[in-house]
């Protein structure tokens, strides 16, 4: 089976976790209420002491304050994306090690490995808005760079929550374990990435020309049509977020988890990894 086949393959047995479990679904949900939580403390703050989160006053002369306080919400984003998307892998971790996860399980796991996912968030927080930095500094050569830059980092980091929940390793003995993980299963990483990026993108689209279509045979009933039509493709487009969102973390669990085990994982075949991990 060639390295496409096989990482397709991987990306449909998945889907079969997801199915098992899906109130691995709630994960996506539970993080957008958590973000928004977390949005309307920091604009709380930023409303009651004066300082809005930005790095510029309206004369033109720093903020800082506004700038640490907006740098403090993407620390806290970033914290509470890393502390779902842990949630997710350790179930699926789990399911594929033959248990039973629950949302109470998933959830308890995360929290385990809380302080670590809060020390790697700030790093994800400053590495993202140093590069945005330069990015916003640099013309078109340098924006490419910072954008190839970017992807290579996201790359290098994929294992990284796994690396933390399951490894009893430091940030950066954590970010060198993720790198040389990376190495070992560089195919499937990115061939996973971009074929569940490009699957998820797909059924996005459908589900907007779906909306379209409700738009237009609603909208004969007035406003009442036009609302149901947009909660409905509204609805639809969450869910198929949430879906890949938690499809992305069950296939970052089977690709870590025979990478580190060499073991088949139930629902797996010994044809689906055993010639898709090769040492490097």
């Given at each position: ?8 393959d ?12 899906k ?14 939580i ?24 720093a ?26 892998v ?11 996860p ?38 078109i ?15 290098a980091t ?11 390793k430091?940030i ?10 990376f ?20 059924v ?71 010639g ?5």
């Amino acid at each position: 089976m060639g390295r496409f086949a096989r990482s397709w393959d991987l990306t449909k047995t998945s889907f079969k976790v997801v199915r098992q479990d899906k109130e691995l679904l709630w994960m996506p949900v539970l993080s957008a209420l958590a973000s928004l939580i977390a949005i309307a403390a920091i604009a709380g703050v930023g409303i009651g002491t004066g300082l809005w989160p930005q790095t510029e006053n309206p004369d033109g002369s720093a903020n800082y304050a506004g700038a640490a306080l907006a740098f403090l919400l993407y620390i806290a984003l970033a914290f509470v994306s890393l502390f779902f998307n842990a949630a997710v892998v350790a179930a699926a971790n789990e399911r594929l090690g033959g248990g039973d996860p629950t949302v109470g399980s998933a959830l308890r796991a995360a929290a385990g490995k809380a302080g670590k996912l809060f020390l790697w968030a700030i790093v994800v927080a400053t590495v993202n808005v140093l590069l945005q930095a330069i990015r916003e500094r640099s013309g078109i050569v340098g924006q490419i760079l910072t954008s190839l830059a970017g992807t290579a980092w996201n790359l290098a980091t994929y294992f990284m929550v796994p690396v933390l929940l399951f490894d009893d390793k430091a940030i950066g003995s954590s970010l060198k374990r993720s790198g040389g993980l990376f190495k070992q299963t560089w195919g499937e990483t990115v061939i996973g990435q971009g074929g569940l990026g490009l699957a998820g993108f797909v059924v996005g689209l459908v589900v907007v020309l779906v909306g379209f279509a409700l738009l237009f045979l609603l909208s004969p009933l007035g406003i009442v049509g036009i609302v149901a039509a947009i909660a409905i493709a509204g609805l639809a487009l969450v869910a198929t977020i949430a879906l890949f969102s938690v499809l992305e973390g069950v296939y970052k669990a089977a690709l870590y988890r025979y990478a580190t085990t060499q073991q088949v994982a139930p629902g797996f075949t010994s044809d689906q990894v055993g010639g898709a991990f090769v040492q490097r």
